[in-house]
C-alpha cells in the first residue's frame, strides 16, 4: 500500500493549528468584549478600574479589572500565552511543509522571477523578520501619538509588504507570505511586548514597587492592532485556497483593503460591546471595498503556479502520443463537465478552484493535485459521478511517478 504519510502529517498540523487558533483567537475576542464590558462601581476596592457580571454554563462570574495590578498579587495567576504561541509553532511548521517543501509548486513563479528554492526560502524568511522589525519600530515611535496617524503609517508599510512579496514570489505564496507576515507580528507582539511587560509589573509587585503604567499602554496598543488584524489573518488563511482571491495580478491590493474590511468589522463590534451607539455606517465603506475587491478579483482569469516553460516542455516530451491522447481522453470525457474554462455543470460559471483541464501541460501544471484527487484518493470527480475506472485512476498515477522522476533526475 502506497501510504501518503507526507499528506497525513500536513493534515494533522494543520488540525493542531486550527484549534490552537481557535483557543487563541477565542479567548483574545472574550478579553476584548470582557474589557469593553467592564462598568464602575461604588463597591470596587480602589484600584479597581471596573467589573463585569456574566453567566455562562450554569453560573454566575463576576469578573474585576485592575488597570496595572491589586494590591498584592494572587497566588493563582493564569497568564494567556501558549495559546499564541502554539498557533504559530504549528502555523510556521504547516507553511514549512506546504510552502518551503514545496517551493517550486507555491511559493516561486517562474514567470516572474527565477528564484531556486532556497532563495525563495531565503526572501520568504528575510520578508517575515523585516515585518517584524519594521512593524515594531514604527510602534515605538508613534507610541502614545494618536491612533488614526499610526494606522495610516502601519497600512501604508503593509501594503508595501504585500505589494513587495507580490512582486518576487508566486501569487500564492505571497498571498500567504502576507498572512504568516502579520500572524507573526500578532504573536511576537505577545511574546516581545505584552508578556515581558506584564512580568516587569510583577516583579515590581513583588519588590513592593508601585509599577509603572507605561508597560500598560504599550500593552494596550499592541493588543488592539492583534484585535484588529485577526479577521484579516484568517481571511489570507481560507483565501489561499481561494484562486479567485489569490490568484489575480491585483490580489495584494485585495490584502490591503481586507485589512481595511477587517478593521471596520471589529470597530462595529468594539463599539457594540462598549455599549455604544452601534456605528452601523461602516456598513457603506465595508459595502464599497469588498466590492472593490470582487472587481479586482475579476481582472484577470485566475491562473495556478506554474512550471518553467523549460520543465514544461521537457516533460511533455518524455510522454508517448498514445499516453497523451489516452489520458487526454479519458479526462475529456470525465473531467471536462467541470475543468474548462466555461464548464457545462449547471450554476458553474468557472472551472472550479481555478483547474482547467483541456490541454496535456494542464495537466503537467496540476499534476500533484490531480494525483492527490484521482489516485492517492478518491475526491475527484465529486462522488465519482462521471464514473471514473480504476484502470483510468492508474493513468493520472503514472502521469504523477513519471514527473516526480523527471523533475528528480533534473537536480
Ligand atoms: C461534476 C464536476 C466535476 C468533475 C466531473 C470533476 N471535478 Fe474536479 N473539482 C470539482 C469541484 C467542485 C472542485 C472543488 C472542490 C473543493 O472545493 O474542494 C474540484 C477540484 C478539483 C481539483 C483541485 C483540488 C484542490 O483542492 O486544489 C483537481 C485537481 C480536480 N478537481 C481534478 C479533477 C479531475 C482530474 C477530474 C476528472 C478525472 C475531475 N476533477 C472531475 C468538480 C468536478
Known amino acids: 500500500m502506497d501510504f501518503d504519510y507526507l499528506e497525513w502529517i500536513e493534515f494533522m498540523v494543520r488540525w493542531f493549528h486550527v484549534i490552537a487558533?481557535?483557543?487563541?483567537?477565542?479567548?483574545?475576542?472574550?478579553?476584548?468584549?470582557?474589557?469593553l464590558s467592564l462598568r464602575k462601581s461604588s463597591s470596587l476596592p480602589k484600584e479597581a478600574h471596573g467589573e463585569a457580571?456574566?453567566?455562562?454554563g450554569g453560573g454566575f462570574y463576576n469578573l474585576v479589572k485592575y488597570l496595572v495590578a491589586p494590591n498584592h498579587l494572587p497566588d493563582h495567576l493564569t497568564w494567556f500565552k501558549w495559546e499564541?504561541?502554539?498557533?504559530?509553532?504549528?502555523?510556521a511548521a504547516l507553511f514549512i511543509l506546504v510552502y518551503y517543501l514545496g517551493a517550486e509548486l507555491y511559493l516561486i513563479d517562474y514567470e516572474k522571477i527565477e528564484l531556486s528554492k532556497t532563495a525563495a526560502v531565503l526572501i520568504s524568511i528575510a520578508g517575515v523578520i523585516f515585518g517584524w522589525v519594521i512593524y515594531d519600530l514604527i510602534c515605538r515611535l508613534l507610541v502614545g501619538k494618536s491612533n488614526l496617524v499610526l494606522s495610516i503609517v502601519l497600512l501604508i508599510f503593509f501594503?508595501?509588504?504585500?505589494?513587495?512579496?507580490?512582486?518576487?514570489?508566486?501569487?500564492?505564496?505571497?498571498?500567504?507570505?502576507?498572512?504568516?507576515?502579520?500572524g507573526t507580528i500578532m504573536v511576537a507582539n505577545v511574546l516581545m511586548v505584552i508578556i515581558p511587560g506584564q512580568k516587569k509589573v510583577v516583579a515590581q509587585l513583588i519588590a513592593k514597587k508601585?509599577?509603572?503604567?507605561?508597560?500598560?499602554?504599550?500593552?494596550?496598543?499592541?493588543?488592539?492592532?492583534?484585535?484588529?488584524?485577526?479577521?484579516?489573518?484568517?481571511?489570507?488563511?481560507?483565501g489561499n485556497h481561494y484562486p479567485t482571491a489569490y490568484a489575480t495580478s491585483y490580489s495584494w491590493v485585495i490584502i490591503v483593503l481586507t485589512i481595511i474590511i477587517g478593521g471596520l468589522v471589529r470597530h462595529f463590534f468594539n463599539e457594540r460591546h462598549a455599549g455604544n451607539k452601534s456605528p452601523y455606517w461602516v456598513a457603506i465603506p465595508i459595502v464599497i471595498l469588498s466590492w472593490g475587491?470582487?472587481?479586482?478579483?475579476?481582472?484577470?482569469?485566475?491562473?495556478?503556479?506554474?512550471?518553467?516553460?523549460?520543465?514544461?516542455?521537457?516533460?511533455?516530451?518524455?510522454?508517448?502520443?498514445e499516453f497523451k491522447d489516452n489520458i487526454m481522453e479519458?479526462?475529456?470525457y470525465k473531467c471536462s463537465t467541470c475543468h474548462v474554462m466555461e464548464p457545462s455543470w449547471e450554476g458553474m460559471k468557472k472551472p472550479p478552484k481555478g483547474?482547467?483541464?483541456?490541454?496535456?501541460?494542464?495537466?503537467?501544471?496540476?499534476?500533484?493535485?490531480?494525483?492527490?484527487?484521482?489516485?492517492?484518493?478518491?475526491?475527484?470527480?465529486?462522488?465519482?459521478?462521471?464514473?471514473?475506472?480504476?484502470?483510468?485512476?492508474?493513468?493520472?498515477?503514472?502521469?504523477?511517478?513519471?514527473?516526480?522522476k523527471i523533475l528528480r533526475e533534473e537536480k
Open 21 to 35: 487558533g481557535i483557543a487563541w483567537i477565542g479567548s483574545s475576542f472574550y478579553f476584548i468584549a470582557l474589557d
Open 53 to 56: 457580571w456574566q453567566v455562562h
Open 84 to 91: 499564541a504561541y502554539a498557533t504559530w509553532i504549528t502555523g
Open 159 to 182: 501594503a508595501f509588504l504585500s505589494w513587495a512579496s507580490y512582486s518576487l514570489l508566486s501569487s500564492r505564496g505571497a498571498f500567504m507570505q502576507m498572512g504568516v507576515t502579520l
Open 210 to 238: 508601585t509599577p509603572s503604567p507605561k508597560y500598560g499602554i504599550r500593552a494596550k496598543q499592541r493588543s488592539l492592532h492583534n484585535n484588529y488584524l485577526t479577521l484579516p489573518v484568517i481571511f489570507i488563511m481560507i
Open 293 to 321: 475587491s470582487l472587481m479586482l478579483s475579476e481582472v484577470d482569469e485566475p491562473s495556478l503556479d506554474q512550471l518553467s516553460p523549460e520543465k514544461l516542455s521537457l516533460i511533455e516530451s518524455s510522454f508517448s502520443k
Open 330 to 332: 479519458v479526462t475529456a
Open 355 to 404: 483547474v482547467y483541464l483541456s490541454e496535456f501541460s494542464h495537466l503537467i501544471n496540476n499534476y500533484e493535485t490531480i494525483y492527490k484527487q484521482v489516485a492517492a484518493s478518491r475526491a475527484m470527480p465529486p462522488g465519482n459521478i462521471t464514473f471514473l475506472e480504476d484502470e483510468e485512476r492508474l493513468l493520472y498515477a503514472n502521469l504523477f511517478h513519471k514527473i516526480e
